[in-house]
């Protein structure tokens, strides 16, 4: 990764513009072409740099339910279980905590019935009964961006 990537990287989580071309607007900023954009941030995901890139919405604005999971999965099963968790377009993104539940993640979904599909579809494809499902008492947004 050189400078040029680091710039990029920062422009993609600043300010990403919702215009027909965003690529080329961004390659204006930073003195590049479109074609040099597009190649890099290729680049970047398939290093593993970027791993997701897309917009993030209010589901409950848009009449969506969300949980909050976790799972007890031994320490020998975290990578095949998060593998299983990470297929389900649902899933945001999961994590591991220290604690007896030590693998976390989002699960969202159109209503209550789709939501609990998805968790049991979870459960009986990993083998793990150990699931508990939190639901949020009050919502915390934090600006999650990454100085390059």
């Not at 290729?42 to 339910?65: C, D, P, Q, W, Y």
């Not at 377009?89 to 609990?116: C, G």
């Amino acid at each position: 990764m050189d400078a040029i990537d680091k710039k990029l990287l920062n422009a993609l989580q600043e300010d990403f513009p919702c215009v027909t071309r965003p690529y080329l607007h961004i390659a204006e900023q930073l003195g590049l072409t479109e074609a040099e954009v597009l190649e890099r941030v290729h680049n970047l995901k398939a290093t593993g740099i970027i791993r997701r890139m897309g917009a993030v919405f209010s589901g409950e604005a848009l009449g969506f339910v969300g949980r909050l999971c976790a799972m007890k999965v031994a320490t020998n099963d975290i990578e095949r279980v998060a593998a299983v968790i990470n297929a389900y377009p649902n899933v945001t993104h999961n994590y591991l905590r220290s604690h007896e539940y030590n693998l976390w993640f989002t699960v969202s979904a159109e209503d209550e019935e789709e939501l609990q599909r998805v968790l049991e579809n979870i459960q009986r494809t990993t083998g793990i009964a150990a699931l508990i499902s939190l639901r949020s008492k009050q919502v915390f947004k934090l600006d999650a961006r990454f100085a390059v």
